[in-house]
């Protein structure tokens, strides 16, 4: 993998939902960032493309509102005029012959230009999109498509989009993008692990007790709950994003940072899941809904009464997991994950507990209860705490503090830009490097572990348990761990109680 930032060779960028959010919020202020970084060759270009009727100008005026509103403090008046002028539009029809012959002519006969169809879609127009790209002979030796979760809605869907897909494209051209993958502190866990000799040792059955992944949002379903309604929480947040948390937590170390020996560590992870069958599912697994609460002193209103949510809904919008590694690194070693809507805070992070030490020879006031954490926060304010023990400075008695060693990314490199996650993904495409991409089996794997909890979910037939918007979610996930002897890390006060 290649941590640096050189310039790359020219390419032609088209986006598919080139006028949605996706687009408007991440993917368009990721590529102009890049721009000002002096990334961009000066012949390359950006095509948005939508069933939206638009003219190029009106596409540029919507992507400059956009730059202003998401990015308005990076923006450098040479610059923009510059990545605006790299702007085309083409309306087409995913599913028909419209619009197509005009992208062609627009990207015209070019077989050793980079080419990059990226499908920021719905997940069912997937397939017709590469069908229409084969159809109308934009597909080249360089062209590449990106593919934006969720990859199906269950096992057999995904299986047919990558079938419909791969029909079109070789596997080393299609790239399954998860956001989380291009954060920096989730590619630092790569570098922690295998750079460091002060964790290999310990990073095992033998000295860490547990793991726990949170990624938890303020936000509830906002106009996405037609889309929610169908998915729910394990779908939308656990398939992907935990999963892949805990394949580079889990993972064995690779042979070299070559993309397939990284994602080959990967997928032995998924597959040494153990199932959630109905027999364990009340007690490794919660699943929760949010009622009406507060958020940071602000009402918010129920799951229940969101726009587009059917009249009483069993969707989840909290799940939270004991997870099994079943292999000889992690015997014994539970992976606890958590994610939700409408909680107290937004955060993402993985927590690593040590063992304690095997005797205690301190004074008997000392809270022996709080082992050594490594802290892996991953959004926001990203940064990685040690929390060790240390003596408090003084004369007179022996006074013991659990205090971190903190390496704080902002205060760390003060002078250097700290990427959005698409940035360095969507360079990555350009590049070929599909390292931090999913394969065809990762997703599917996960797929198939995630459907043995949705099915013990449906035939033990319970409803979700209701849990107060600004919370933690149900109380229930707090007794999952407790019983366990373990709680919920807290690194504020307050943090991680129930409801």
């Known amino acids: 993998m290649n941590f640096s930032q050189p310039i790359i060779d020219p390419f032609d960028y088209v986006v ?33 493309s939508a069933r939206t009727e638009l003219s190029a100008a009106g596409f540029r005026e919507l992507v400059e509102a956009s730059l202003r509103e998401f990015i308005a403090d990076k923006l450098d008046p040479a610059v923009l005029a510059r990545f ?8 087409v029809d995913a599913k028909a012959a419209r619009g197509w012959p005009e992208l062609a002519a627009l990207l015209g006969d070019a077989p050793r230009q980079i080419r990059v169809f990226y499908l920021a879609t719905a997940p069912e127009l997937y ?89 938890a949002e303020t ?37 070299t940072l070559d993309r ?20 364990d599912i009340a007690t490794k697994s919660v699943r929760g809904q949010y009622r009406a609460g507060a958020i940071k002193g602000g009402p918010v209103k129920s799951y229940a009464e969101e726009n587009d949510i059917a009249p009483g809904s069993t969707t989840e919008t909290f799940a939270a997991l004991k997870v099994e590694v079943r292999n000889w690194r992690w015997a014994g070693v539970p992976f606890y994950l958590r994610t939700g809507k409408r909680m107290p805070e937004k955060v993402s992070e993985i927590v690593i507990q040590f063992k304690p030490v095997p005797y205690w020879i301190f004074p008997t006031g000392s809270d022996r209860a709080m082992p050594n954490r490594l802290v ?21 008695g022996l006074r013991l503090r659990n205090a971190p060693l903190n390496l704080s990314f902002a205060e760390t490199f003060k002078n250097n830009h700290m990427p959005d996650a698409y940035e360095r993904l969507l360079m990555d495409v350009v590049r070929g490097n599909a390292t931090l991409f999913m394969r065809r089996d990762e997703v599917e794997a996960a797929w198939e572990w995630t459907e043995s909890i949705l099915d013990a979910w449906n035939s033990a037939g319970d409803r979700p348990k209701l849990y107060t918007a600004g919370t933690w979610g149900p109380s229930e996930a707090v007794a999952m761990i407790v019983r366990d002897g373990r709680t919920w890390f807290d690194e504020q006060a307050g943090y991680g109680a129930g409801d």
């Open 260 to 279: 397939e020996e990284v994602r080959d560590e990967k997928i032995k992870v998924l597959k040494s899941l153990a199932p959630i069958s109905r027999d």
């Open 127 to 215: 397939g017709p999109i590469a069908d229409n790209i084969h159809a109308h002979g934009l597909q080249t030796p360089e062209t590449r498509i990106v593919l934006e979760k969720p990859i199906g809605h269950d096992l057999a869907s995904a299986r047919a989009i990558n079938d419909r897909v791969g029909a079109v494209f070789e596997e080393s051209n299609i790239f399954r993008i998860d956001h989380y993958l291009g954060k920096e502190t989730v590619q630092n866990l790569l570098v922690l692990r295998f750079a460091n000799s002060l964790f290999e040792p310990v990073w095992n059955h033998n000295g860490i007790d547990h793991v726990q992944i949170t990624v």
């Open 376 to 396: 892996i926060r991953v959004q926001p304010d990203e940064h990685i705490r040690l929390h060790l023990w240390t003596k408090e400075p003084g004369p007179g």
């Open 84 to 91: 605006l002028a790299r702007l085309h539009y083409v309306s």
């Open 16 to 48: 598919f939902g080139g006028t949605g959010d996706l687009a408007r919020r991440k993917l368009l202020p990721a590529l102009y960032l890049r721009d000002l970084d002096g990334q961009l060759p000066a012949s390359s270009r950006i095509v948005g």
């Open 219 to 255: 936000v509830g379903v906002e106009d996405r709950g037609g889309y929610y309604d169908h998915t729910g929480a394990l779908r939308d947040m656990i398939q992907n994003h935990l999963m892949q948390l805990l394949c580079l937590v889990a993972m064995e170390p690779p042979a």
